[in-house]
């Protein structure tokens, strides 16, 4: 899983997984492992229609424990309600037209279906069929029945299906049905939040071909919004361009992702967004400088045979700026990264960046224990006056016990 999407907390907890007789069959395996590395237990049922697609071996030689088969085919008599008693949330992936019928009218003819029906904790389901089935008013009026019912669903996606239709009905994509699960078994205990996170390095142009940035990756920052929308909370993401490859996150009605480049434009998103947002966490990595843009062209390196120098315009704070402009009850949580030597320089650094910047707390680390890398070793304080050094520890980790902290402190 990528590293920003991996939370380790969910030891105690098991998942149970659905597999319905479709061509998505076989990504779902996936899951398993994906859910274990969480600390989750799963266990799964594969429909009679699943194992001509993949079999139970897959996913017991996976780790999943038990993998029920049809109905009576197993030795324990009471099979069919084992899920209900003893998993958190279930995930129905990939989702046949045919089993949101069953759960939409109460069938339990097969051992998904029953153990469905007797299941009273939260169910995702994640569709996957040929776009006219999905189209198909009596799978709508099913869907619509579930949904109003409470099952949360994830996709179907638009696209080429693998009969060459094109349409609504692929699998979503694997890491929000992921995602999905893991929000299925946490308490959504920042409900009602708004909260808004600005992310990875501001892009600062010159001219047409080169730039002044930086080496942020946005991890952290990817982590906190992640961990703030499974616990329930409404999410603006303000991203920095984030590289080639980019940095996925979860395409949700409750995420929002806005794309921008230099730190002008930052500031500008994030001044929309803040007044409605209930917490702000800046992780940004935004170019305190931007150069003065030499013009439109490409400078010609003939022009400069001595050496180049380049003029340079201080960029706006952007947490000072709103940390100042917040209304009662709003949350700012601030980053320092500090080129210091030891622990003692980098709580000095930080004291001095929670008071000149205004933040209520500031996560600080030294650049050679969290840039660029996937865990991260902080000092925090708040301004309460409380402190603590956490040992290093993976950025998800990191993240949820900010946004643990920061809760303590809206009023
Ligand atoms: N920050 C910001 N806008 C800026 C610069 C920083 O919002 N123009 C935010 C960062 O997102 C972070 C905090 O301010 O939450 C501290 O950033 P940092 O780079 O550590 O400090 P700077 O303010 O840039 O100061 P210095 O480089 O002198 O340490």
Redo the contacts with the bound molecule.
């Keep these: 899983m990528e590293k920003h999407l991996l939370f380790k907390r969910f030891g105690g907890k098991r998942l149970h997984l659905g597999v319905c007789g479709s061509i998505a069959a076989f990504k779902v395996a996936d899951l398993v492992h994906r859910w274990q590395d969480t600390g989750a237990a799963v266990s799964a049922t594969l429909t009679e229609a699943a194992s001509k697609f993949v079999t139970p071996l897959t996913f017991e030689a996976l780790g999943a424990s038990p993998v029920y088969r049809a109905m009576f085919s197993g030795e324990a008599p009471f099979e069919h309600l084992e899920p209900g008693q003893t998993a958190h949330a279930m995930v129905i992936a990939p989702a046949t037209a045919d089993i949101m019928a069953r759960l939409a009218h109460g069938r339990a003819c097969d051992m998904l279906s029953a153990q469905a029906l007797a299941f009273d904790g939260p169910v995702v389901i994640a569709p996957a069929m040929n776009p006219r089935m999905w189209q198909n008013p009596a799978t709508q009026d099913n869907a619509a029945l579930l949904r109003e019912r409470g099952f949360i669903f994830v996709g179907p996606d638009s696209g080429l299906v693998a009969c060459h239709d094109e349409g609504q009905g692929r699998l979503a994509d694997l890491r929000l049905i992921y995602l999905a699960g893991l929000k299925a078994l946490t308490p959504q205990d920042m409900e009602g939040e708004t909260v808004m996170v600005?992310l990875g390095p501001t892009r600062e142009t010159w001219d047409d071909v080169r730039f002044w940035t930086n080496g942020s990756t946005g991890t952290m920052g990817a982590s906190i919004a992640v961990a703030a929308w499974l616990r329930g909370a409404e999410v603006h993401a303000v991203c920095g361009p984030l590289g080639a490859e980019g940095l996925w996150l979860p395409d949700d009605p409750a995420f929002h992702r806005h794309d921008v480049v230099s730190?002008a434009q930052m500031l500008e998103k994030s001044s929309e967004i803040w007044p409605s947002a209930t917490m702000g966490v800046?992780?940004?990595?935004?170019a305190?400088f931007r150069p003065v843009p030499y013009g439109g062209g490409k400078f010609k390196k003939d022009k400069a045979a001595d050496g180049l120098h380049v003029d340079f315009l201080p960029?706006?704070?952007?947490?000072?700026t709103l940390a100042e402009e917040r209304s009662e009850g709003q949350v700012v949580v601030?980053?320092?990264?500090?080129a210091v030597p030891d622990a003692d320089a980098l709580a000095a650094a930080v004291q001095y960046?929670l008071s000149y910047?205004g933040a209520d707390m500031i996560v600080g680390n030294r650049i050679a224990d969290g840039f660029g890398r996937a865990s991260n070793r902080v000092y925090v304080a708040d301004v309460q006056g409380r402190e603590e050094q956490w040992p290093d520890m993976a950025k998800p980790q990191v993240a949820w016990k900010i946004l643990d902290w920061a809760r303590t402190l809206a009023v």
């Design positions: 600005t730190a800046f992780t940004a990595a935004v305190d960029n706006a704070d952007i947490l000072r601030g980053f320092a990264a500090e960046k910047k």
